[in-house]
């Protein structure tokens, strides 16, 4: 089945830049045709779980629309690398409030922002930004 693998996580600086990878393997040919989303969700310390960004994906019109949330909107960028499956995630300007396990998810076709929504989740990358 699909599976994700984020990388790119770590102790990172205060004021330094954050850029993770999310890789998904075993994408059907006919999920591409029809189009999928891939999305960045991250946990902070004693919060729920909050979205970042959504991607449209896939051999289809509009590959490459990313959407924020938002709470991201203007903090974050986002990219892809569309024949490879795989999403990006940036962010400039780290501070210590931005330490928080990141997930990566992709659900079929356009899913908005909510974790019920996306099939498949990857185990998360742990970022730490010291103070």
């Known amino acids: 089945q699909v599976q994700l693998v984020e990388s790119g996580g770590g102790s990172l600086q205060a004021g330094g830049s954050l850029r993770l990878s999310c890789a998904a393997s075993?994408?059907?040919?006919?999920?591409?045709?029809?189009?999928?989303?891939m999305a960045w969700f991250r946990q902070q310390p004693g919060k729920q779980r909050e979205a970042v960004a959504r991607?449209?994906?896939?051999?289809?019109?509009?590959?490459?629309?990313?959407y924020f949330s938002d709470s991201a909107e203007g903090r974050f960028t986002a990219a892809q690398d569309n024949a490879k499956n795989t999403v990006y995630l940036q962010k400039n300007s780290l501070a210590p409030d931005d330490t928080a396990v990141y997930y990566c998810?992709?659900?079929?076709?356009?899913?908005?922002?909510?974790?019920?929504?996306?099939?498949?989740w990857g185990q998360g990358t742990q970022v730490t930004v010291a103070s």
């Open positions: 998810a992709l659900g079929l076709g356009q899913v908005m922002l909510d974790p019920s929504f996306y099939k498949y």
């Open positions: 075993n994408v059907p040919t006919h999920v591409r045709e029809t189009g999928y989303t």
């Open positions: 991607i449209w994906m896939g051999d289809v019109p509009g590959s490459g629309n990313t």
